[in-house]
């Protein structure tokens, strides 16, 4: 009876201590801001930047990822009266009005990766915004920069120094003005690393090349605090496609009608992969963008994630598309 007691009782311990070290662990994971703990999913929401929300692109990430519950700051020229601005904010005003309400939120904040002073302000404004058991962000994705196709002996070198200005320096800059919300919570800088290397883009490949070696010696500088920086191969997307503006066109010739305005620039599996980039525990250094399939290589944007309704004018006959229209209030 004495050894059947002692059987009952070691059984109990253990599950007290299981108990415990279970709390214990989720503990931790919530002080560290929602680490991801099977590959898949996170284990708590928190707030990532996307660092320019003028383009197409940008606000096609910055949507994906309120839409999985993420609190996102959504980097602008202008935050208040730009097209982008009002385009995300009638699109989080129609989704709360929905049967399925976005779980997460996009907070629009000046950005401009070429200006340390409105960085250092971002940095600033972003710490505000953080809820009092957040200590900083979990992600950091870099979508400003610019192209300019032509040949080298007919281009300006005016627009030569843009590219590295944007492409180059402000990826540095933006490295250094959010590391500090970054290490907290061994977070990520995920950048737009190798590019397209067609006619024409001899400097946009040399500033994207430069990007990659960036990114490789962040990686050991960085290394030491746990924070990962992870680059995009983009490959296979269109250049232009990368910094392009939401584009208008009409729906109807009907006169009254409101403008729609895309912003599908990634594929679904695009999409997917920028999410491993930012869930995966232990990332890989580069993901590639493109999907394994000549017909998503040629020719963007394919699949629609999103679309946006706005007031205005356009001409431009969209592609079909699948998804449902957003509309903007």
């Known amino acids: 009876m004495e050894a059947q007691t002692a059987l009952v009782l070691t059984i109990q311990l253990i599950a007290l201590f299981s108990i415990a070290g279970a709390l214990l662990l989720y503990l931790l994971c919530k002080v560290r801001g929602g680490t991801r703990n099977d590959g898949h999913g996170p284990a708590q929401m928190g707030s990532i930047l996307v660092t320019c929300a003028d383009t197409a692109l940008g606000l096609q990430i910055c949507t994906f990822f309120a839409s999985k519950g993420h609190r996102v700051f959504a980097g602008m020229k202008d935050p208040v009266e730009s097209l982008p601005a009002k385009l995300l904010k009638g699109w989080m005003k129609m989704r709360e009005n929905s049967d399925t309400p976005v779980p997460g939120s996009v907070v629009p904040l000046r950005i401009d990766v070429t200006r340390e002073d409105i960085l250092r302000e971002a940095a600033e404004a972003m710490g505000i915004h953080l809820n009092a058991g957040e200590r900083g962000i979990l992600a950091v994705i870099n979508t400003a920069g610019s192209v300019y196709r032509g040949r080298i002996d007919s281009q300006d070198s005016l627009q030569w120094e843009n590219m590295f200005k944007n492409n180059v320096m402000g990826c540095l800059r933006t490295a250094r003005a959010f590391i500090g919300l970054l290490r907290p919570t061994r977070g990520r800088l995920i950048l737009l690393g190798s ?135």
Request: some cysteine; charged content about 20%.
């Open 195 to 329: 590019g397209n290397e067609d006619d024409g883009l001899t400097v946009f490949t040399a500033t994207r090349n430069a990007v990659q070696g960036c990114a490789d010696a962040l990686r050991k500088e960085l290394k030491p605090y746990g924070v990962s920086v992870v680059t995009l191969d983009s490959r296979g997307v269109p250049a232009e496609a990368l910094f392009k503006a939401p584009i208008p066109y009409t729906i109807s010739d009907e006169e009254g009608v409101p403008t729609q305005y895309s912003a599908d620039v990634l594929t679904s599996s695009a999409l997917g992969v920028i999410e491993r980039a930012m869930y995966d525990t232990r990332p890989s250094e580069s993901y590639c963008l493109s999907v394994p399939n000549a017909k998503f290589q040629v020719k963007l944007p394919c699949r629609s994630s999103f679309k946006i309704t706005g007031s205005g004018s356009g001409s431009s006959t969209p592609p079909k598309q699948e998804s449902k229209p957003i509309q903007n209030v």
